[in-house]
């Protein structure tokens, strides 16, 4: 059978021993075909047939001029020639003459030299050899580093390359023929059967996966496999699986994995310790603050301090609390601190509405906000209240393109005219600015009846929260 993609040589030969070494020669080389004739009559009929890329021609066949054959069917083809003959080239006809493109070989004739010559031909002409796809897909199969099989609906191995040998370690005369489970662990070979038989059916797709296989020396390794189905010309299914060998790659990652985990128990034990160790200090200032009520300038400086040491341990809390061992709910945070200065500033006289944007943020930007929004709040406190101490009072947080803004607003009076924040006296103020700068962040005291105070952090890292 000829093949389109084949480079067809036509072999013009009396001889048909010899003409059957010539067509075997030409056959066995990859990207040519042999065109045969056994007469010079039938060679030009052949070439109108299929125009031929080179003419192999004996001098003389039988009782006809050879070369003057060749020449006829250059002259419409094109195609170069090599002439083989007996006799010196003095013997030879005419019509080499008209030849532009010819070789003379004398008899006998190497086969790899008449290959040779070819293939130089068709070098010389810009047209090589076109590839045999079939031969370049077995090439391909064979040589691929992946592992690749092929089995028929009866599980069976009906081919395998190199790679998927070397893999399992069986060779390839102990693949063949028998069933692929041999080579799956015992207590897979059931499950891996059926999934077999679904997919060469048609039934059910088979999803990329990760697969456990036994080597032929009972080495169990990791595989990543992949499948597709091959209906073959004989019209019955085949399955075409390729593997790749990831244990390695697996092992790693466990060992990632673990290396991982230790790290969260590690900073989840330094999360609670760190939490109980300001809360041990919190308790033992607010004994301190127990033992001076009957000096309120005192005690309640001691209960300022408290509630700050309680933000930075509220940090903490949330963190054993949640999945993350970096990270806080920003808005969740900042409303729990909300409810707690209610009851450490004024009670129920107090009331304070949060509204925050849901945002993910790391632990320092979680305790400069928390710093700023307890400072500020205490500050509204203790200066907006009126004489029944009642206050109320305003927390918003939300993200802005490079950070978050924080807003606290009060319904007091507001600050003094003439009020400049940076000559203040108020130590809770001289904090806001501190911990803002810290942020590279701005603080402002906004202009109007009540107080409010609007801080932007730039520097602040936040993640938007599904609520």
Not at 28 to 42: D, I, R
Request: negative net charge.
């Amino acid at each position: 059978m000829i093949r389109e993609s084949e480079q067809p040589i036509l072999l013009i030969e009396d001889d048909p021993i010899a003409l059957m070494q010539l067509s075997n020669a030409i056959n066995a080389q990859p990207g040519l075909t042999a065109l045969t004739a056994t007469s010079t009559a039938q060679a030009i009929r052949v070439s109108k047939e299929r125009p031929p890329a080179v003419v192999v021609a004996d001098a003389l066949v039988g009782s006809d001029d050879g070369v003057e054959a060749a020449a006829q069917i250059t002259a419409s083809s094109g195609a170069p020639v090599i002439v083989v003959t007996a006799a010196g080239t003095e013997r030879l006809s005419p019509a080499l003459r008209q030849l532009h493109r010819v070789v003379v070989l004398s008899k006998p004739v190497e086969m790899d030299r008449l290959v040779a010559e070819i293939r130089e031909a068709l070098r010389r002409t810009g047209t090589p050899p076109a590839v045999d796809s079939e031969f370049l897909l077995a090439t391909l199969y064979e040589s691929a580093r992946i592992g690749m099989c092929v089995t028929d609906e009866d599980r069976r191995f009906v081919r395998v390359n190199r790679a998927y040998c070397e893999h399992y370690g069986f060779s390839r005369e102990e693949l063949l023929g028998n069933e692929f489970t041999m080579v799956l662990p015992e207590n897979q070979r059931e499950y891996g059967a059926k999934m077999h038989d679904d997919f060469i059916s048609g039934e059910v797709p088979e999803i990329p996966a990760r697969w456990k296989v036994q080597r032929k020396s009972g080495e169990v390794r990791d595989v990543f496999v992949t499948a597709g189905r091959l209906l073959g010309t004989d019209g019955k299914r085949y399955k075409v699986t390729t593997i790749s060998d990831v244990t390695d790659q697996m092992r790693h990652e466990e060992e990632l994995a673990r290396a991982l985990e230790e790290k969260q128990i590690l900073l989840r034990e330094v999360h609670h310790r760190v939490k109980n160790n300001l809360n041990t200090l919190s308790a033992m200032l607010d004994l301190q603050r127990q033992q001076h009520l009957d000096q309120t300038g005192l005690a309640d400086l001691l209960k300022v301090s408290i509630n700050r040491i309680k933000t930075m341990s509220r940090i903490y809390e949330r963190l054993n609390e949640s999945d993350s061992e970096s990270r806080v709910r920003l808005d969740d945070y900042l409303q729990t601190l909300a409810r707690d200065l209610i009851g450490t500033t004024g009670g129920p006289r107090v009331s304070i509405a949060t509204s925050a944007d849901p945002l993910w943020t790391d632990v320092d930007n979680g305790i400069s906000a928390g710093l700023i929004v307890n400072e500020l709040v205490t500050n509204s406190v203790k200066h907006a209240a009126n004489q029944e101490g009642q206050c109320a009072i305003s927390v918003l947080v939300h993200a802005a393109e490079r950070g978050i803004v924080i807003e606290v607003e009060d319904d007091g009076p507001g600050f003094p005219e003439g009020f400049v924040l940076e000559q203040s006296n108020s130590l809770g103020l001289q904090l806001v600015q501190a911990v803002a700068g810290q942020r590279k962040g701005r603080v402002e005291v906004m202009p109007g009846d009540h107080g409010h105070v609007v801080v932007r952090l730039p520097g602040a890292e936040v993640e938007p929260a599904d609520r």
